[in-house]
Structure formats: structure tokens, C-alpha cells
């Protein structure tokens, strides 16, 4: 569904609302600050799977199984531009909002055809990123395409990615003219996506916190693409055990794998909410 000029300005101003109301507490990012936003100007209440169930509005997840207290956050170099399709920061099953949680230096955009977010065009003029669009670069000028991520003049890399199930992803991709001038990040991945909660056609598709784990590992940020994908993992087991009615093992290999991650290297660094 197309949001017209009107909508996308009042989804911006809501959003800055949102962020102002929200601002002293410590769980809210910018993938919820953007959900916040679209939810207040729904005129029909979005219903998604296992809606009956009460979740978490910190981690979406059904309260039970809640997963707030095991949020890792890393200060990082590189930065997440994610623009979102229309109702994809209202799933519950969304993995950008994984990256915003990680990742302080997350920003979060609703997409339309017909507008684009003033903020959006500022964070990808502001000097001090140097943006990548996250595409296949199968599907692109080949002039564009870079597989290394080495930003000029001490610049920090800004990971842009399209937050969309693949058809969404692949228009949102044709029809923002805004992007062109960016260069075309291409991944080529080793391993087939260990993402649970949604069905693709295709197994090289990874979901997007996937997608941020491996720009990290290319821009030489290891540690925090172990602790992204690694954060993957615990929200798919808490997500599976509540949808299952099973009991969360704090004690297996899925968590372990978390702890290890924060503490491989300068553990300092890490905390959590």
C-alpha cells in the first residue's frame, strides 16, 4: 500500500514525537521508536501472529520467555541505516530491531514510493558516514558494486539496509532514486541463513540482522558480528520456545555461544540493559 506525502510527513513528526516521549528510557531504540510511530496512525489495529499472547514491548516476544535482560550492546564504529517496509517494524518476528539493539548508532526509516524521510537524506549526507547500500550486486551496474568496505577519509561506514521481505526489497530497491548515487555493498556469503521464524524461497536469502552480522565482519568488527549473530540466536530460541510452550534453558549452547561472544574480547566494552 502507497503512503502519500501527507502520511510520510506525519509518520516523520509522530516518530520525533515518539522519541521525545520515550527518550528516558533505557530499552527504546530506533526500531521501536519507529514501530511507536506507525502503530499511532493505524486506523486498524495491525494483527500479527500470536497476537492473543502478551509480549514484551522490549523484546516483542511473548512475556513469559522475555529476553530484555539478556540485550547485549556494543559500542561500534560503523553504523545501521535501516529503511523499513511499511509493516516490518510491526512484526514481531522482525530482526532489525535485533540490530538496533546491538547497535546504538541504528536509525530506523519508513519507506513509501511517493516520499522520502527529510532524516533519512540528512544521515545519508552527513559527512562524517560514508553509506553503503546493501543490495546483490547481481542485480546491479556493475560500476557500483564494492565488496570491501573501506570508507575515504577516515570516514565510519554506514551499513544501509533494506529492512523487506525480497519482492519488497527488490521495489523499495527500483523505486528510491535517492540510493543510486550510493556504492552497492555485495555480500557473498559462506553459510546458508539459520533464520527460523519466516519461510524464503531460496536459502542464500539471510534475514537482515544476518546481513548486518557479515558488513560488520567486513569492516573488521568482529567481535560485535559474533555478538549480532550470536543475539540471533537467543531471540529465535526464546521466540520457538514460547511459541512451543517450552521452558527457556538459560544454560544451553544457544546462550553460551552469546556469553562467549561478549566476553572472546575486550569485555569491557560490553553491557547490557
Not at 23 to 31: C, E, K, N
Not at 34 to 52: D, Q, V, W
Not at 174 to 186: E, F, G, M, Q, T
Amino acid at each position: 500500500m502507497a503512503i502519500n506525502s501527507a502520511r510520510c510527513t506525519a509518520l516523520t513528526s509522530e516518530f520525533h514525537r515518539t522519541s521525545a516521549a520515550f527518550g528516558a528510557i533505557p530499552m527504546t531504540q530506533a526500531v521501536a521508536r519507529l514501530r511507536a510511530a506507525r502503530l499511532a496512525l493505524r486506523t486498524k489495529p495491525f494483527i500479527a501472529r500470536g497476537s492473543k499472547a502478551e509480549r514484551c514491548a522490549g523484546c516483542r516476544v511473548i512475556a513469559s520467555h522475555c529476553l530484555c535482560t539478556l540485550r547485549p550492546v556494543l559500542p561500534t564504529h560503523a553504523g545501521v541505516c535501516l529503511i523499513m517496509a511499511d509493516i516490518e517494524p510491526l512484526k514481531p518476528s522482525n530482526t532489525g530491531w535485533l540490530i538496533a539493539d546491538v547497535v546504538p548508532d541504528t536509525a530506523a526509516f519508513g519507506w513509501t514510493r511517493t516520499a522520502v524521510d527529510p532524516g533519512l537524506l540528512a544521515m545519508l549526507a552527513d559527512p562524517q558516514w560514508q553509506p553503503y547500500l546493501v543490495f546483490p550486486g547481481e542485480f546491479v551496474d556493475a560500476a557500483r558494486v564494492v565488496t570491501e568496505v573501506q570508507p575515504p577519509n577516515g570516514k565510519r561506514p554506514l551499513f544501509v539496509l533494506l529492512d523487506a521481505t525480497w519482492p519488497e526489497a527488490r521495489k523499495m530497491f527500483r523505486k528510491s532514486p535517492y540510493l543510486n548515487h550510493l556504492p552497492v555493498l555485495s555480500l557473498q556469503p559462506e553459510q546458508l541463513s539459520n533464520y527460523r521464524l519466516r519461510r524464503s524461497t531460496r536459502d542464500d536469502h539471510l534475514c537482515t540482522s544476518e546481513v548486518a552480522a557479515l558488513c560488520f565482519e567486513l569492516a573488521g568488527e568482529v567481535r560485535v558480528a559474533a555478538v549480532i549473530d550470536a543475539y540471533l540466536g537467543v531471540f529465535t530460541e526464546h521466540y520457538l520456545d514460547a511459541k512451543h510452550h517450552r521452558p527457556v534453558d538459560l544454560a544451553n549452547a544457544v546462550h553460551q555461544r552469546l556469553s562467549d561472544s561478549l566476553t572472546a574480547r575486550e569485555g569491557s566494552q560490553a553491557s547490557h540493559f
